[in-house]
């Protein structure tokens, strides 16, 4: 997993979720919840790959940090809660979806499908 549409594609399997461009700048896309309208997933290239904010669980956050050298503290966002995925091909593609998948849960999320 290493594009947009890849990313949006997965994010947009929970229930319950919409695709969002709050921004003038087509580069952020955003995946929220439908009701709550709360975002569990910022969508954005930068640096020439394509990166996602996930809202993580403080107990995990260092855990993914120091496995991956591509998850780092989220960009823009609180660092305690947030991390940023830069999709260079280092982070496997179940690693991703358990991360998409914790911060979709995280954000008020009913279980998938």
């Known amino acids: 997993m290493i594009t947009r549409e890849e990313v949006t594609e997965y994010c947009l399997t929970f229930k319950n979720v919409f695709e969002d461009y709050p921004f003038d700048d087509t580069n952020w896309c955003v995946i929220r919840h439908n009701t709550s309208r709360k975002i569990f997933a910022w969508i954005f290239d930068r640096e020439g790959h394509v990166w996602v904010n996930v809202k993580c669980d403080p107990q995990w956050r260092d855990f993914w940090r120091q496995t991956f050298s591509s998850v780092i503290p989220g960009y823009h966002m609180n660092k ?34």
Do not use: A
Request: hydrophobic share 30%; charged share 35%; glycine share 8%.
């Open 80 to 113: 305690e809660h947030w991390n940023s995925i830069i999709l260079d091909g280092s982070v496997p593609e179940e690693d991703i979806k358990r991360m998409i998948s914790e911060s979709y849960d995280l954000t008020g999320g009913l279980k998938k499908r």
